[in-house]
């Protein structure tokens, strides 16, 4: 081994490899917990008692999901400032999700501000045109980034097996019941995400279009309806290293599991998609609170199972608990317990610390995220995607205002490429590199400010 070659896996190990022992218990299991909040602000939100604000600045949330019926998505502008203000009170970046397929299920449309958009069906079904899907995808993620949202719960992958499917069929949401025609579109989609640096998420594992009710409304039952032709979709774009997240379906299948449904399933989730299918990546659930789920198991029962049948995220389509407390705390405090009793081990929270960590594109060097409730926002780097080809963008946070350098090393620590070098006023910024003249490898961004500075490691893959 060279002595070039053995500097760079030192470098790479000193940047890519999580300090788990020093991140809190409860830090982690924050990361795991996504959920909504009431109203367009968090001023409003704490005025109307919403325990948000604080969850935030306790860590006990990774991620925010967003509603028109919960007030939180009023306008373009006001969704910008609502993000701005959520990133700025929270000591990791959060992941902040809508639903927005297009069709019947667009959280953005021509009622906040937005324009109405075709459903997946006509685009794979009707038009079946690679030009329509991805400018519509291209339209929609513009509007992400316009607005700071980072995470799309989208594309649907289920394949219109019954085109009367009160979830899917009836309501448009598969581009078609051909497993390659799904792949096709969903690739285009996601891909037209990534360009402007949203993360997607494909649903509902292992497959909804078969089924003859709805999981909002109660059990759903697809044993003798569902095919393995449904796993297609997630094979092909996991090959083809699309897949940031894939979000479970509260869908029993007696030949997976006999017992449970696949959120809380360990065959399905372990067994089957990390083991059988190989993904490595975070699995989010389905709302945890739909009839499926809610119906048959408590609240602390549910999440005990779906963390240890493998999901890395919890959804909730709200942040309180059946007594009107925070249920961020609740997830967290009942996980911990959890923890502590041998009932889960450590080792499993680890785990999805460090899927998702990996999904927000952190990589810490040091101590990666300070215990203490008192955090300061001083700095923030992230890019994505990560690794990249040649594009990815850089958004960090900067808490002053002032001279702002951002550039590429590689990993000796020669200049490869200066980004920007300007003097900015203190917030959100992003930047988009391109980094096609540069050779595949691996290389450090830095990141100076008048607040500090900062190191990422980002890696360009031809």
């Known amino acids: 081994m060279t ?53 935030l600045s306790e860590n006990l949330v990774g991620g925010v999901i967003m509603f028109t019926w919960s007030g939180n998505l009023k306008s373009p502008e006001q969704i910008a400032h609502f993000t701005g203000e959520l990133q700025k009170h929270a000591a990791v970046p959060l992941l902040l999700a809508i639903d927005q397929e297009g069709g019947s299920v667009a959280r953005l449309s021509a009622s906040n501000g937005f324009t109405a958009t075709p459903s997946a069906y006509d685009l794979g079904t009707v038009v079946n045109q690679e030009g329509a899907t991805r400018a519509n995808a291209a339209t929609m993620a513009g509007w992400f980034a316009q607005t700071g949202l980072t995470m799309n719960l989208a594309p649907v992958v289920d394949l219109n097996v019954n ?18 025609i799904v792949v096709q579109h969903a690739g285009w989609f996601i891909d037209e995400f990534h360009k402007q640096g949203i993360l997607t998420a494909v649903k509902h594992f292992p497959g909804h279009g078969s089924a003859a009710s709805d999981s909002h409304l109660g059990f759903t039952d697809i044993t003798t309806t569902w095919s393995s032709a449904e796993l297609q979709p997630y094979t092909q774009l996991m090959a083809a290293h699309a897949v940031d997240a894939i979000m479970t379906g509260h869908l ?42 809610s119906s048959y198991y408590g609240l602390d029962e549910a999440m005990v199972l779906a963390v240890k049948a493998g999901v890395d995220i919890l959804l909730y389509n709200r942040n309180r608990d059946t007594s009107g407390n925070s249920l961020a705390r609740r997830v967290v405090d009942v996980l911990e317990r959890s923890v502590r009793e041998g009932v889960i081990p450590e080792s499993r929270i680890d785990a999805s610390y460090a899927r998702i960590m990996d999904l927000k594109g952190i990589v810490p060097t040091a101590v990666p995220f300070p215990v203490a409730a008192e955090v300061p926002h001083e700095l923030m ?82």
């Not at 085109?163 to 390659?180: C, E, N, Q, W």
């Not at 594009?391 to 951002?406: A, E, K, M, R």
């Open 252 to 293: 029993y299948n007696a030949t997976i599991d006999s017992l449970y449904p696949a959120t809380l399933s360990h065959a399905t989730i372990t067994g089957l998609l990390r083991g059988r299918l190989g993904y490595s990546g975070v699995v989010i659930s389905d709302e945890m609170s739909m009839k499926a789920i």
């Open 163 to 180: 085109p009367t499917s009160p979830a899917i069929g009836a309501l448009k949401r598969s581009f078609s019941a051909d497993p390659a």
């Open 381 to 462: 780097l992230t890019n994505y995607p990560n690794p990249f080809n040649p594009v990815t963008t850089f958004q960090y946070w900067n808490s002053v205002d002032g001279q702002v350098v951002l550039w590429i090393v590689d990993m000796l620590g020669r200049t490869v490429s200066t980004v920007l070098e300007e003097h900015q006023r203190a917030g959100l910024h992003s930047v988009r590199f391109d980094g096609g003249r540069l050779a595949s490898g691996v290389y450090l961004c830095r990141l100076e400010t008048g607040a500090g500075s900062a190191v990422r490691r980002v890696i360009l893959l031809r």
């Open 3 to 55: 002595a070039r070659y053995f500097l760079v896996l030192v470098l790479i190990a000193a940047c890519s490899v999580p300090v788990l022992s020093q991140v809190s218990l409860r830090t982690k299991l924050g990361q795991m917990v996504m959920v909504t909040v009431t109203g367009d602000s968090l001023e409003e939100s704490s005025a109307s008692m919403d325990t948000l604000k604080r969850d």
